[in-house]
């Protein structure tokens, strides 16, 4: 059974900086690709980033692009989603979520449903 801890969440002034980390256990991390999803009240869950089982392929949700970076490291099973100049409306649960090379394949995906696994969720909060 694969399993992923989300951490790093917090409250933050606008123009902030925050790191969310996500580690995995369970199976070998670097089959995976990853992907970054958040979920605002009242709305629908939503991209954010993800990244490929092998690292070299990044793909960003247009509101986010130029501000977040996601990055994995896989002797640490981590990957990581630095997130700089935040706005209010970044306020969300951020998902991390990993999906099977058979699922996501070389490239990234931003179809929640081709991830397997997905973590508890992490509250970032981000005051004006």
């Known amino acids: 059974q694969v399993q992923l801890v989300e951490s790093g969440g917090g409250l933050v002034q606008a123009g902030g900086s925050l790191r969310l980390s996500c580690v995995v256990s369970g199976r070998t991390f670097s089959n995976y690709g990853m992907g970054w999803f958040r979920q605002a009240p009242g709305k629908e869950r939503e991209f954010v980033t993800a990244i490929s089982f092998h690292g070299g392929l990044t793909s960003y949700a247009d509101s986010v692009k130029g501000r977040f970076t996601i990055s994995r490291d896989n002797a640490k099973n981590t990957v990581y989603l630095q997130m700089n100049s935040l706005k209010p409306e970044d306020t969300a649960v951020y998902y991390c979520?990993?999906?099977?090379?058979?699922?996501?394949?070389?490239?990234?995906?931003?179809?929640?449903?081709?991830?397997?696994?997905w973590g508890q969720g992490t509250q970032v909060t981000v005051s004006s």
């Open positions: 979520a990993a999906g099977t090379v058979a699922k996501t394949g070389w490239d990234t995906t931003t179809d929640a449903d081709r991830y397997d696994y």
